[in-house]
């Protein structure tokens, strides 16, 4: 396993192609707006080193028998997937932020089990591929980027069906040795901190999308792939070095839109090429995985959240009034309700035909559903308590001007437990998780990240069976028709 030193050392070696606010840059290390999104990844490195956590973060490879980090990790039991919920709740918590290495972990899962169906029906060998794949990011502890979202043009139409056929990626030429791809996969999670990018299709295809159903792996370096940096609300705060204003003083999370322009695959990368019938499977295992994720990661970004509305309000001296305490109650039940979904839906899982354990698909759709409800109301609970004055703060710098830091020391202490620096911190990690850069996090993401609320719905509806549900209300009403 690599330390967090050596991950940095890993991704500072290759030559990616970014562009961040409008200029090239050949790594995300040392450039500021995105060290923060790399320490995160860090973070899943150096807790595998952190003797209190081994049993969450190492497990051993089923495929080699080597010790490895847990997100590189085929589950092999539910209590492998009820461990992976609590591994991200504990990041989240570690973080605050998108450690945005879970995409990788969930793609991984789901593709080795699709590549093993795909072969048993057809007699292709993409597991061998696959595995081939996953034992070199095992031993080499590699971060990878699940990339699944494609910009999909008008949303009425197939892929095949596109004015321009680049809308979703696909096979421009193929030649003996591989395949040539051009595309885009958009909001990708840490891209630019991954050393690999497993490439899946993203939605349910025909036989004329043929050349659309491609799922490959290739490193995020390769020659013709370009990342382009998302913008995220107050990103530019990350800019300011060592201020109190940024919120979150060490971590954040970044996406990317990713450019595929002509890039080769070899063929011993391809681990689905032109199988339309599993495109929909693949997707919604992955999608499933990850809807499992956010049942542990944001119910730990959610118990940083609570802890900084509680220590808000021990700021202001109003922690034993009864409504606090109860918006605090309240907070708590919503975070432990999506903690329970995260770990239910991993109890209920099952063995796939490939050995490698899913989900608790109804579940973990229920799971994802919440998640874009709860954290939209643990966020306005917190800035309930918090106060207007999260967003009437005077800059940080006022801290430093001889004029105007007697009138803050003065005008904005509270209770004396807390420095009135302190009591900006801790306003300023509210106002980064509600309303800044965390946000995007905490509850864009929580929208619509592992897909907008509607795909849950449907899955729900999919995985419900109503028809049993009726057969029980007519066997109870006596009912024989
Ligand atoms: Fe992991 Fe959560 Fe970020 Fe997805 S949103 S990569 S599950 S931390
Ligand atoms: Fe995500």
Redo the contacts with the bound molecule.
Sequence with gaps: MMTGSEYIESIKCLNMNIYCMGEKINSAVNHPLLQPSLNSVKATYDLAFDPNYQELMVTTSHLTGHKINRFTSLHQSCDDLIKKVKM?RL??QKTA???????GM?AINAVYSTAYDIDAKKGTSYLDNFKKFVIMCQDNDLTVDGAMTDPKGDRSLSPHQQSDPDLYLHIVKRCTDGVIVRGAKMHQ??ACNSHEILVMPTISMKEQDKAYAICFAVPTDSEGITMIIGRQSCDTRKLEENSIDTGNCKYG?VEALIIFNDVFVPNERIFMNGETEYAGLLVERFAGY?RQ??G???VGVGDVLIGASALAAESNGVEKSSHIKDKLIEMTHLNETLYSCGIACSCEGHKTCSGVYNINTLLANVCKQNVTRFPYEIARLAQDISGGLMVTTPYAQELNNPITEPYIKKYLSATSAFSVEDRIKIIRLIENLTLGSAAV?YLT?SMH??GSPQAQRIMISKHGNLESKKNMAKSIANINS
């Excluded at 932020?97 to 995409?103: G, I």
């Design positions: 991200q990041l989240g932020s998108c450690f945005q290495r879970c995409v969930d999670t840490g999370g990850h994720s956010y542990g990661c944001k996090g993401e990240g592992a």
